[in-house]
């Protein structure tokens, strides 16, 4: 029986777009026959199908919610607005159907039905998003600032200030281990939102376990729960983070492994654990690399980048505290101007794009100043010719080009001079370099023609 319920309430994600569908349906179909009302007898079926949806897709919300481990705190407004909206959707049938021995509905105008059943519909989608990717999804890429108008709780993150001074005196729990369950966990286990009876914003708490049982197995990582859904494959429903999240770095994994094969000492120092300073070297601070740009910008989204990949493209994050992203084609050479569309989701984060060896032509300058943050660009290998590169110097981080074994001309050399913080320019084997002659005012320190030759050594001419 448990496994029945378990099933049907899993059909839920599926059911619920059915009644969304009919309602949208219904209220267009309504709205659009507002005057004439030739298609009522339709619409007053199309609510009627909507609330035997909605009633299909409450049951198996409930289902979920008792099967799934989900507090009732975390799920009963999106629970009771789904009932309600299941009320509003035969209430609309009885209304436009004008059944008899409803009269009291005629007393108010479907207008006011529909404007709320829209907004019935509106607040509950909401709220199940919320439950499915978390409190504030659909509003996280914005600022803390437009956060807190719509009231919600600004998530504060828990830095781990390791250095090569105090990484030995520091806490293993509260300063290394803590922030990392705080930073990467603690949005979907809190005081507010505890998943599964799962809270794990305190040490006691995370001891405590949830309705599943205990989150770790002293000196057993590996049957520890919180250590073992990290270490399962993304498309496991079991693995943690949810792939919708942020999901740890291999070195945080590292140190919750660490932390639970030691006992899960709370008030222990490194030191005295006597762990090796490899373990912790990517929580130093990092020498500040001023080649990219200095400023932050929100994680690109998971199934953006997994799209992305699956087309055929590399993607890496340019270091493990940066959010900024490395994109290459090297492995897509079929790759068009038509093809760039597919980076637009992540095109605050580019920071370095190759696009060399690909079938891209000058008509790509145009989509390129899209990318605000693109620092280092490769378009060697293609047919570019220069004709609208001027059109990127609006990009204001850009520093590098590369173009070697192109086509582009001399004549568009003298366009490079607007660029603000371009640096080099690599034009190895193309026609600028191949020209007889070449403007003597150029900076040679940005143009780089290559074809280097070593000078002559006096030890060149002794003969052996």
Not at 126 to 146: A, C, Q, R
Not at 187 to 204: F, N, Q, V, Y
Request: charged share 20%.
């Amino acid at each position: 029986m448990d496994i029945l319920k378990q099933f049907l309430g899993r059909l839920h994600p599926l059911l619920v777009h059915l009644p969304i569908g009919f309602i949208i349906l219904g209220l267009l179909l309504q709205w659009y026959d507002h005057k004439k009302q030739a298609y009522k007898s339709m619409v007053a079926l199309i609510f009627f199908w909507a609330g035997i949806c909605a009633l299909l897709t409450c049951i198996t919300g409930y289902l979920q919610y008792r099967g799934e481990g989900y507090a009732f705190d975390t799920v009963k407004w999106h629970l009771w607005l789904g009932i309600v909206t299941t009320l509003f959707c035969f209430l609309m049938y009885f209304r436009i159907a004008e059944k008899q021995f409803l009269q009291l509905l005629k007393q108010f105008p479907t207008a006011l039905f529909s404007v709320l059943m829209l907004l019935l519909i509106s607040f509950t989608g909401h709220l199940g998003g919320d439950i499915t990717h978390g409190k504030g999804y659909l509003i996280e890429p914005f600022p803390n600032s437009v956060k807190s108008f719509f009231g919600y709780e600004i998530f504060e993150e828990k830095p781990i200030a390791l250095t090569e001074e105090s990484w030995e005196t520091s806490l293993f729990y509260e300063d290394v281990v803590h922030p990392i369950i705080n930073n990467k966990c603690v949005s979907c286990h809190s005081p507010k939102k505890s998943k599964g009876g799962l809270k794990l914003h305190t040490l006691e708490d995370l001891l405590r376990g949830g309705e599943n049982g205990e989150t770790i197995v002293t000196n057993n990582p590996q049957e520890s729960p919180l250590y073992s859904r990290l270490i399962l494959p993304m498309d496991d429903e079991d693995h943690m983070p949810p792939k919708e999240k942020t999901q740890l770095s291999k070195e945080e994994i590292a140190i919750i492994k660490t932390w639970i094969s030691h006992g899960n000492p709370s008030k222990t120092t490194i030191g005295q654990l006597g762990l090796s300073k490899d373990l912790f070297l990517s929580f130093f601070p990092q020498i500040k690399d001023n080649f990219y740009p200095d400023t932050t910008v929100a994680a690109a989204h998971t199934d953006s980048i997994n799209a992305i990949k699956a087309f055929g493209i590399h993607v890496q994050q340019i270091s493990n505290t940066s959010n900024f992203l490395s994109v290459s084609c090297i492995n897509k050479p079929s790759f068009g101007n038509d093809d760039f569309e597919i980076l637009h989701p992540i095109k605050q984060q580019i920071v370095v794009l190759d696009l060399g060896g690909t079938q891209i032509n000058d008509g790509i300058f145009d989509k390129l100043t899209s990318l605000p943050n693109l620092t280092s660009l490769k378009l060697d290998n293609t047919s570019i010719s220069g004709n609208g590169i001027a059109r990127l110097s609006q990009l204001e981080n850009l520093k590098s080009v590369n173009l070697t074994h192109s086509n582009f001309e001399s004549s568009f050399i003298p366009s490079l001079s607007d660029f603000k913080k371009l640096e080099k320019v690599f034009l190895y084997k193309t026609k600028a370099s191949q020209a007889t002659e070449k403007n003597p005012n150029q900076d040679s320190t940005i143009l780089d023609f290559g074809d280097y030759a070593l000078p002559k050594i006096a030890q060149d001419s002794i003969i052996y």
